[in-house]
């Protein structure tokens, strides 16, 4: 019998996952996020990411509690 390995991944891996295109779900809500201009937002809870940002300066957030 095989043995089931967990799979746990760091925000990292998650956020070049969401930037990728791999992954579809918002790490804020968990709902599914749009893409537009090279950016990735969330339009349920405002979760955002931009491409440019990213590639330039590393990876920033911009979340609104709210």
Do not use: I
Not at 45 to 53: N, T, V, W
Not at 54 to 60: F, H, I, P, T, V
């Amino acid at each position: 019998m095989t043995v089931v390995a967990p799979l746990n991944r760091t925000l990292d891996q998650e956020l070049v996952a969401l930037m990728r295109g791999v992954s579809l779900e918002c790490l804020v809500c968990g709902e599914f996020v749009l893409r537009s201009a090279g950016a990735v937002c969330c339009p349920e809870c405002g979760f955002r990411l931009r491409d440019e940002a990213a590639r330039k300066a590393g990876l920033q957030l911009d979340v609104q509690a709210g």
